[in-house]
């Protein structure tokens, strides 16, 4: 009997009848969303990015959002509006559950995890369409069923909704509306992913991605939020090219110090240094370790700080904190003259004494008695 071979690519019929169901409100999605929801919200709550992933893994939303994008170009209104309200009734019970869970805990400050879902960039969109890019092929492929994995961790739907309801819950809606412009990024960046996905692997759908109406509204969406999302991402450029130029300015002025200043560069170890620019002129506060617990003296210190500012554009001011370290050892006068070290002579192996042999006895002879002394 010869073994059947899956198709690597889904036959139409079967591929609609799949998506037809993966865009229903069952139980399984239903009871997933809440795990989901609950992991992540607790994740985030206790700042552990291990547990944020994990709730990634079992979200189901990926599953009615690209059955939508098939519906799309298929022309199949009412097969789009069943998944677009299996979303949207996942995301609402999102929303109630996590805001739920941050006004029964009421922290009051939140971690990185919370904090990083709040300022997206075209960088986060990129992500999303390609995520919703491969999170198709492997549905219409099947052989790529293996990165499906990768992808829910990639596509990170259900942390930024959490993330909204705990802000609202807390107040913050500045920050939840970060939060909300990052799940529309995803939302719309994976759409458009599987949207031009399905019209590449699919020859059937290749013309209806040119004249779906829905379709071009989608990525119309997407491409919208190119201005707010780009804004971000400016700024996170900028940002980062300050820090360098400020790391660059630090490591300078630290290394000025040591090779030429003699008082944090000989009287004393100079440990390291931090600047807080925050203040105004920027602070300076240098570690050294120094053996005279008087040293360096604040007139010291002050022709320091007058030598960093003779070379920078701006003003610093420098506070020294000293460590004193206890030198013990005895003083030994110089020698004279250099002591040499006379050249080693080559050594002999050590070879021992062998004894004399006694002599041999003939025969009918005896052997002479020792005598005493």
Known sequence: MASVVPAAVLPAALLTRQFRAEA????EFVVLTMASSLIASLGLLANSAAVVIGAMLIAPWILPLRATAFAILQGRLPLVGRGLLTLSIGVATTVVLSAGLGLIVGLPVFGSEVIGRTSPNLLDLA????????ATYAKVRVKAVGSLAGTAI??????????????VAAGEWQRAQGAGLLFAANLLGILSGALVTLGITRPELRQRLLQSRLGFVSLLLTGLLLVP?????VGLIGQARRQASLNRVEVAIAESLRTETITLGQDSE????SIDWEQNPPLIRASVRVSKPNLPTPEQVAAVQDFINARQTIRYRLLVQRTSIDVIGPETAPNPRAVEVP????STPFVPS???LPEAI???TEAPEPQLP
């Open 343 to 346: 050249p080693e002579e080559p």
């Open 354 to 356: 062998v004894p004399p």
């Open 24 to 27: 229903s409100l069952d139980q």
């Open 362 to 364: 003939t025969p009918g």
């Open 154 to 167: 990639a596509v990170a739907l259900v942390p930024p909704v959490c993330v909204f309801g705990l802000l």
């Open 127 to 134: 992500i999303a369409i390609v995520a919703g890019a491969i």
């Open 270 to 273: 100079l440990v390291g240094i």
């Open 229 to 233: 999302l780009s804004t971000s991402f």
